[in-house]
């Protein structure tokens, strides 16, 4: 089990450029726009469906779920979009066909439940048994 859990490291380590390009030719060139301003403000982490996608080699995105490590102004960067608060304290922001699901990092399940952060989290976001192969 090692082994292969190693190679997925491996895989996910060796993707960073080509995801970097995946989202680029996958997303419209506003939402990828937003994404690179989003990563200006703050540290940005994807993860869930998009991962998969990107693995599984498949060109369609339902929705972007991110978690940002410091707090935006997200009235004033996404002006224009449809914004609302999802039921785990996050937000649900839409225009057209793309949703966004965005969280802060301090809102995460991890410190919801755990109630301390006693570790670097955008570290072992990963390694979680809730994110594991669905996070970059």
């Known amino acids: 089990m ?3 859990l190693y190679s997925i ?3 996910v380590d060796s993707s960073g450029v080509p995801f970097f390009e995946y989202l680029e030719n996958t997303l419209s060139k506003e939402v990828f726009a937003k994404l690179n301003e989003l990563s200006n403000l703050t540290s940005v982490y994807i993860f869930s469906g998009i991962i998969r996608n990107y693995f599984l080699k498949i060109k369609e ?3 972007i779920d991110i978690i940002l490590e410091d707090k ?3 009235v004033k960067v996404f002006a224009g979009y449809d914004i609302k608060i999802n039921s785990f304290g996050g937000y649900k922001i839409s225009k057209g066909d793309v949703v966004i699901d965005l969280w802060y990092i301090e809102n995460t399940w991890a410190l919801e439940f755990q109630k301390t952060l006693d570790f670097e989290l955008n570290r072992h976001i990963p390694g979680t ?3 594991n192969f669905s996070s970059i």
């Open 61 to 63: 995105i339902r929705d």
């Open 2 to 4: 090692a082994k292969k």
């Open 72 to 74: 935006i102004d997200v």
């Open 129 to 131: 048994a809730f994110f």
């Open 9 to 11: 490291k491996e895989k």
